[in-house]
């Protein structure tokens, strides 16, 4: 795996468009911390890091709307390692 955060968000993707209530990811620092914003955020519901043997999974409990809808869609990913974007 190259890149985690791709990895991530296409994971989460294809989740929402399976209408899974959960996904299992990968765990690193970098994906916990981006998970915590999305949990303060209002994004995710819940998520809750577990022990499989010698790795550390990630499960993440997507949030849906009243009727269904993602709550969280349109996920990109905007500077990538190819092609890095900076802010000031």
Known sequence: MTDPIANYLTM?????????Q???IPSSKLVVEITKLLKDEGY???FKIT????KT???????YGPKGEC???GLQRISR???RVYSS
């Open 12 to 20: 989460i993707r294809n989740a929402l468009q399976a209408k899974h």
């Open 22 to 24: 959960k996904v299992d």
């Open 44 to 46: 995710i519901t819940n």
């Open 51 to 54: 022990e499989d043997g010698s």
């Open 57 to 63: 999974i990630l499960r993440i409990y997507l949030k």
């Open 71 to 73: 709550v969280l869609s």
């Open 81 to 83: 390692p190819g092609c």
